[in-house]
């Protein structure tokens, strides 16, 4: 029976969507967008002037499920051939949606989400695009496995495009790698294949570690670099004498390189990645012998895998001494120790091509920076830097584990384990670097151990420990588990006093707000609409609060009839810049950027830039509706939507070839990165952290209302890392060690790359938009990341300084933001203010008020 129902549903969806694609022939016409010939890709996308009033964005990521009950019968096959009308619905000139309230729906106050059965359509004439008809293998807390099939997105509602190709494909991947595979866009080693029309590849921070592809002048290899020891600051920030950023120089300290390679440019491409990892493979052109490196986050060693080439390696000054005799001659061994006349020193050891055993190489010194092999070589050269004189036994007895990538498998909504791929002989365990964050919660049962005296600074996320993980009959193992609280609904953890609703006359603010034109432009940005409606749909939350409004439904049914109205040219795509499926890196984004030619259109949402904050507002919104609207009739169609959306940023398949794999979220650093697939010479970067978590914690709430255990688990576990994360990295409280002293008064990081942090954003140099960008949207999961202790500080050291804040500002409605913020600390101070304070276009009046009386 259940798959008879399952077969039904299918023939009415797929009927369903071959009316709605003869309906946008006929009404829409598209054209395809056309190519942009030769443009500068390099171009920051986000680095020109924001015109934004506030913020930022976020984004989502997974595969297609069909609610059947909304799916089955006529009624729900014609309504498809009327996505865009609500009844109340108009149209003003500026083509911005505005509604009336004629329309009725009932909703139950904490009506259980439908379920919803995965979909096998395949899009008419795609049945080979299937990739698997099995259930994903994953498994998240014991619970069955995720509905979500890796199906290509149907083009009745995206249509597909390689415009990229035209506009600012990738570079330098070997084609054989992405048959069968979406390519990485805002990876940590991103700058690797990000389109240039320079032939320079930008750094990639590996951490502690620096490096950089050298391809495009001689000397040609790859170097390695311990940027720590060139970190520099500058400029001031006004705030307790703090600078405004610190960065760090771009040196060559080491190079792989050879004979073959040195002064010829070889072929460079990527051959390889993994979940935290990345291989690149040099190719001499004279005689195809070959380099080849395994790039890992967290390596204590760089290693280069040579065949059939002569080494030669290269440093950035002259060379004092090799083995502790002075430079010069030749010197023989698998293992030498180099010392820099600037007093660096590396260790450099030499294994067979296996890595199992020593193999000695003779090197030769080549004027006062250069060690050649004098014959070809056919194995693996390692390179570490020492920082203390225990390090180099340490180095010597763990040189044979080479770590070559590493997987995440998420184990339950509060684990998650790192499986590091090794070759080579592992007896005596893999040594490893490890953040702050995971030092502090890295199960060390399993016989997990740090090294005493083993610490290196990262660029900008602080010291990392050196851990020792046993080998065995597998590969190393690193299980962490992650206890950071976090909510558990959509509500404040703290129910409101109803007298506190009444002396707040929240229920009259409420009944305005719904009253008030609701308004989405068609051609808007992703990001400013998403922010609209996750504020019109948190408006909904509130009218179903029985402390603020009773048991009087009104204004519940009324937000929701406009919630639905504003909702459907969404869910239909059907806006001026519809999203599109990109067959180049495998994705979905707005068309924006396709149709003007212009890489920075809505912040480069189709350069991938931000997906996490622009995307993420509309998956909260959704896990709104499914939870207090779940009879609507175009609920499946809103879910399909949201559910690739999901995929796009978050996809937990190892098998999905058409999304890449948790593209914005980084497990090992903890967070998501913004930047996109044009290159930056600082590395990736993140800005609001508040909007990267708003992301996870929709995700978690969406699969709780649509009651996919295995998508409620990972968002829930990305809520617990994320807020980890940014209360380590992020909100600098004054017990926290992370970054420079002359930086921490800022109290947070502003605009955070890997390679440097600046007190500022992309839009403004106000101090009240660095820190209130990272406090928007105002939710419930804001207290578990923002802690009281640190909003105290922010407020005493910083906010509480400015004219803003100083003269009551109620006319700059960023104020709204830091005083819903503060009520953390003083809430009737707070609710004063808000009571008359300009909003935050992300921000209803009562909302601010309701959240704001909710924090003890």
């Known amino acids: 029976m259940r798959q008879d129902h399952r077969t039904l549903t299918h023939l009415v969806y797929d009927f369903s969507l071959r009316l709605l694609d003869i309906k946008d022939v006929i009404l829409s016409m598209p054209e395809g967008p056309s190519a942009l010939a030769d443009t500068r890709a390099h171009l920051s996308v986000r680095s020109s002037v924001r015109n934004r009033k506030h913020h930022y964005l976020t984004a989502a990521r997974t595969s297609m499920k069909i609610s059947a009950a909304t799916l089955i019968g006529i009624g729900t096959v014609l309504q498809h051939l009327h996505l865009v009308h609500v009844a109340g619905q108009e149209f003003d000139d500026n083509e911005s949606i505005i509604f009336s309230d004629s329309s009725h729906v009932e909703a139950s106050t904490f009506a259980p989400a439908l379920n919803n059965i995965t979909s096998n359509v395949t899009d008419g004439g795609d049945a080979n695009m299937l990739v698997s008809s099995d259930l994903l293998p994953m498994e998240v807390g014991g619970n069955a496995p995720s509905e979500f099939r890796a199906l290509i997105p149907p083009s009745n509602l995206f249509e597909r495009t390689k415009a990229m190709m035209s506009l600012c494909p990738p570079k330098y991947l070997d084609p054989s790698v992405i048959k069968n595979r979406a390519i990485p866009t805002n990876n940590w080693w991103g700058n690797i294949i990000a389109h240039d029309s320079n032939a320079a590849i930008q750094p990639i921070w590996s951490n502690p570690y620096s490096l950089q592809m050298v391809v495009d002048k001689a000397p040609f290899g790859m170097s390695a670099s311990y940027p720590y020891r060139s970190r520099f600051s500058g400029g001031s920030s006004g705030n307790n004498g703090a600078v405004k950023y610190y960065a760090h120089g771009m040196v060559r300290e080491f190079l792989f390189s050879a004979e073959e390679i040195v002064g010829q440019k070889p072929n460079f491409q990527v051959i390889d990645w993994a979940d935290q990892g990345v291989t690149v493979k040099f190719t001499a052109s004279s005689s195809g012998g070959s380099m080849v490196s395994d790039i890992v986050s967290g390596m204590v060693y760089a290693s280069m895998k040579y065949s059939g080439l002569t080494p030669r390696l290269v440093s950035v000054t002259a060379i004092s001494t090799v083995n502790g005799r002075p430079f010069g001659g030749r010197v023989r061994g698998s293992k030498f120790e180099i010392v820099y006349n600037s007093g660096q020193k590396w260790v450099v050891v030499a294994l067979s091509s296996d890595g199992r055993t020593a193999k000695d190489i003779t090197l030769a010194a080549d004027g006062t920076s250069s060690l050649k092999s004098t014959g070809v070589f056919d194995g693996v050269l390692r390179v570490a830097v020492v920082l203390g004189d225990s390090w180099v036994s340490t180095l010597e007895k763990h040189k044979s584990c080479i770590v070559q990538a590493a997987n995440v498998d998420l184990r339950d909504d509060s684990s998650y384990v790192f499986r590091w791929k090794t070759m080579g002989d592992c007896s005596s365990g893999l040594l490893h670097f490890a953040m702050k964050h995971h030092t502090e919660t890295l199960v060390t049962s399993s016989g997990v151990r740090p090294v005493d005296g083993m610490v290196a600074h990262s660029t900008t996320r602080g010291a990392h420990q050196a851990f020792i993980t046993p080998g065995g009959p597998g590969d190393p193992v690193w299980e962490i588990k992650e206890t950071q609280p976090v909510p558990e609904d959509f509500y404040p953890s703290r129910k409101i006093a109803s007298s506190v609703s009444r002396q707040q006359r929240i229920v009259d603010h409420l009944r305005e707000d719904i009253n008030n034109t609701w308004s989405i432009p068609l051609n808007g940005s992703y990001y400013f609409n998403g922010k609209a409606a996750q504020k019109y749909a948190s408006l909904c939350l509130l009218a179903n609060d029985a402390v603020v409004v009773g048991e009087d439904k009104r204004l519940l049914n009324k937000c929701l009839v406009k919630l639905r109205g504003v909702m459907a040219p969404f869910v239909a795509n059907s806006w001026d810049n519809k999203l599109q499926y990109d067959q180049v890196y495998g994705g979905i984004v707005s068309s924006q950027s396709f149709n003007t030619k212009d890489l920075n259109s809505d912040f480069g949402n189709t350069m991938y830039n931000d997906h996490h904050f622009h995307y993420g507002y509309w998956i909260h919104t959704a896990a709104i509706i499914n939870r207090l609207d779940p009879t609507w009739s175009d609920l499946s169609k809103l879910n399909n939507m949201v559910d690739l959306l999901v995929r796009d940023v978050a996809n937990f398949d190892q098998?999905?070839?058409?999304?890449?794999?948790?593209?914005?979220?980084?497990?090992?650093?903890?967070?998501?990165?913004?930047?996109?697939?044009?290159?930056?010479?600082?590395?990736?970067?993140?800005?609001?952290?508040?909007?990267?978590?708003?992301?996870?914690?929709?995700?978690?709430?969406?699969?709780?209302?649509?009651?996919?255990?295995?998508?409620?688990?990972?968002?829930?576990?990305?809520?617990?890392?994320?807020?980890?994360?940014?209360?380590?990295?992020?909100?600098?409280?004054?017990?926290?060690?992370?970054?420079?002293?002359?930086?921490?008064?800022?109290?947070?990081?502003?605009?955070?790359?890997?390679?440097?942090?600046?007190?500022?954003?992309?839009?403004?140099?106000?101090?009240?938009?660095?820190?209130?960008?990272?406090?928007?949207?105002?939710?419930?999961?804001?207290?578990?990341?923002?802690?009281?202790?640190?909003?105290?500080?922010?407020?005493?050291?910083?906010?509480?300084?400015?004219?803003?804040?100083?003269?009551?500002?109620?006319?700059?409605?960023?104020?709204?933001?830091?005083?819903?913020?503060?009520?953390?600390?003083?809430?009737?101070?707070?609710?004063?203010?808000?009571?008359?304070?300009?909003?935050?276009?992300g921000l209803s009046r009562s909302w601010a008020l309701y959240m704001a009386a909710s924090f003890a």
């Open 655 to 841: 098998d999905d070839k058409f999304f890449a794999r948790f593209r914005s979220f980084d497990w090992f650093r903890g967070h998501s990165y913004s930047h996109g697939v044009t290159p930056f010479a600082d590395g990736k970067d993140q800005e609001s952290t508040s909007e990267d978590v708003n992301f996870a914690f929709g995700m978690y709430m969406y699969g709780k209302a649509t009651k996919n255990a295995a998508m409620e688990a990972v968002g829930k576990l990305m809520t617990r890392v994320n807020a980890h994360a940014i209360k380590t990295y992020f909100l600098v409280e004054d017990a926290n060690q992370v970054h420079p002293a002359n930086f921490r008064p800022n109290k947070v990081t502003g605009i955070f790359f890997d390679n440097k942090v600046d007190y500022a954003t992309w839009f403004s140099a106000e101090k009240y938009c660095i820190h209130g960008i990272q406090m928007i949207p105002v939710s419930a999961v804001t207290e578990f990341v923002r802690t009281k202790q640190f909003v105290k500080e922010e407020w005493e050291q910083v906010l509480d300084k400015e004219a803003i804040v100083a003269h009551e500002d109620t006319a700059n409605s960023w104020l709204s933001l830091l005083y819903t913020n503060f009520a953390m600390v003083d809430k009737q101070r707070a609710m004063r203010v808000l009571q008359t304070a300009e909003m935050d276009d």
